[in-house]
T-cell receptor, first 108, second 112 residues
Framework: KNEVEQSPQNLTAQEGEFITINCSYS?????LHWLQQHPGGGIVSLFM???GKKKHGRLIATINIQEKHSSLHITASHPRDSAVYIC??????????FGTGTRLQVTL | NAGVTQTPKFQVLKTGQSMTLQCAQD?????MYWYRQDPGMGLRLIYY???????DKGEVPNGYNVSRLNKREFSLRLESAAPSQTSVYFC???????????FGNGTRLTVT
């Protein structure tokens, strides 16, 4: 069983909708990562957070350490947000444990 | 500023052939990583280098070797490729082990 679980696995939304992607993990962490993988395959780091909330443009990431849960929100979604969103929690040393990703499709 | 540059983008090998995947970063990062990505699975760490001169095994190191040539470059070598090594490979770097990751564009490797 993967120590990092993401939901939903697939998500289709219409342009403008508010989107939430969830990430739960089984072991306590120091910082959780959110990554975005574009349809072409490239991977970009979005957030690294260990408490509270971080915001970058229309993207907001929150984390609840006690509940071992993080959410990624996208406000006013746009087709260019279509991508796979991956969360990852640090393990020992530099060995991140990655979720399998949430595939988001935003349509016009 | 190129970030993390990975070559080649695509490669097809026959079973038993060898090859080296090259990775270079121009951000003066200390830590570098090699991951593989397979359908239905999360990224898995093959090897990493926390700093110049050191390398360590990750989750799936069997069949691979690495070299941290200098602070900029971290190569991954397949000595005798197997079909199970068909995958997409990503190189990444970070300032420290607890910093955000910067990824290369990936190498799609097929072993027949």
């Amino acid at each position: 069983k993967n120590e990092v679980e993401q939901s939903p696995q697939n998500l289709t939304a219409q342009e403008g909708e508010f989107i939430t992607i969830n990430c739960s993990y089984s072991v306590g962490i120091s910082a959780l990562h959110w990554l975005q993988q574009h349809p072409g395959g490239g991977i970009v780091s979005l957030f690294m957070l260990s408490s509270g909330k971080k915001k970058h443009g229309r993207l907001i990431a929150t984390i609840n350490i006690q509940e071992k849960h993080s959410s990624l929100h996208i406000t006013a979604s746009h087709p260019r947000d279509s991508a796979v969103y991956i969360c990852a929690r640090p393990g020992t040393a530099s060995k991140l444990t990655f979720g399998t990703g949430t595939r988001l499709q935003v349509t016009l | 500023n190129a970030g993390v540059t990975q070559t080649p983008k695509f490669q097809v090998l026959k079973t038993g052939q060898s090859m080296t995947l090259q990775c270079a970063q121009d951000m003066n990062h200390n830590s570098m990583y090699w991951y593989r990505q397979d359908p239905g699975m999360g990224l898995r760490l093959i090897y990493y280098s926390a700093s110049e001169g050191t390398t360590d095994k990750g989750e799936v190191p069997n069949g691979y070797n690495v070299s941290r040539l200098n602070k900029r470059e971290f190569s991954l070598r397949l000595e005798s490729a197997a079909p199970s090594q068909t995958s997409v490979y990503f190189c990444a770097s970070s300032e420290t082990e607890n910093s955000p990751l910067h990824f290369g564009n990936g190498t799609r490797l097929t072993v027949t």
